[in-house]
């Protein structure tokens, strides 16, 4: 066959798994600031393409197909994601690796990540890339944060585990891959449907409301933002950590461990005496 099965691709985890959480924390930092930025990139591409697009419903669906070269940098240029390690818990169970190293790299990588995201963020803004489109750039970034700073505690959660269900699926799905074209092609339509559907992404979203927070200070761009009636009350660093990233993060933690991990090492790995 030319892709691993999906019981290979449990056992193949294991290894791929110990080797991140044995990886150095300084290396590991980097690479996790590296997929920070990956993440956060995909974000600004998907962004500029979908003001670009007149008819707001096609322009979301252009976007959401551009923002999977985020993902593609990640797994193929080789960097450390926190949403794709909560996958780590395969190995966890299976005695291969501890809890202590698993919590060791989700929080160096948690932190890389939001280091690169912010990074990518202030570099968008403080080049006024968001002067495009007559200022609708500034306007969308400003208004995608107020929303995610907007949502409920209990919609953010859930929104959270569909999201990384959905990334996980494509992570696993482009382990089963044994090039590179089938990699792409396997992680584009996960990925895809979550930007589509509007899930939430905790390190896609230290870029979406980083940005918004760098753009609101700047007077142009508040202008802009307030002329097209966005409310930008809510955008704030107590709501970005407090109001989104907190339920986003643990939904993301188990959409991602329990929903795929846990199930994937039950159905694959788990021994029939355990």
């Known amino acids: 066959m030319n892709f691993f099965t ?143 700073c907007s949502l409920s505690f209990g919609d953010a959660f859930i929104r959270g585990i569909l999201c990384n269900f959905l990334v996980c699926i494509a992570v696993w799905i482009s382990f089963a891959a044994k090039d590179a074209a089938g990699k792409i092609m396997g992680l584009f339509f996960p990925i895809m449907m979550f930007v589509l559907c509007g899930f939430e992404h905790s390190i896609a979203n230290m870029y979406y409301i980083g940005a918004g927070i760098f753009a609101k200070r700047i007077q142009e761009y508040g202008d802009a933002a307030a002329a097209a009636g966005v409310d930008m009350g809510s955008i704030t660093w107590g709501n970005f950590f407090g109001a989104n990233l907190l339920p986003v993060t643990i939904g993301n933690i188990i959409g991602g461990a329990v929903c795929v991990g846990c199930v994937y090492w039950y159905i694959y790995l788990r021994k029939a005496d355990r």
């Open 6 to 148: 999906p019981a290979e691709v449990a056992k193949n985890y294991i290894g791929a798994g110990k080797a991140k959480v044995n990886t150095p924390i300084s290396k590991m930092l980097l690479l996790a600031v590296l997929a920070g930025a990956f993440i956060a990139m995909g974000g600004v591409g998907a962004t500029t393409v979908a003001v670009s697009v007149p008819l707001a419903s096609v322009g979301k669906f252009v976007g959401a197909c551009v923002f999977p070269g985020g993902l593609t940098m990640v797994l193929l240029a080789g960097s450390e994601l926190f949403t794709g390690n909560t996958l780590l818990v395969i190995p966890l169970l299976q005695k291969e690796i501890t809890p202590a190293g698993m919590l060791k790299n989700w929080g160096v990588v948690y932190l890389g990540n939001l280091a690169g995201g912010l990074l990518v963020a202030a570099g968008v803004v403080y080049s006024h890339q968001p002067d495009l489109f007559g200022k609708q750039m500034a306007v969308s970034v400003i208004s995608t944060a107020a929303a995610k």
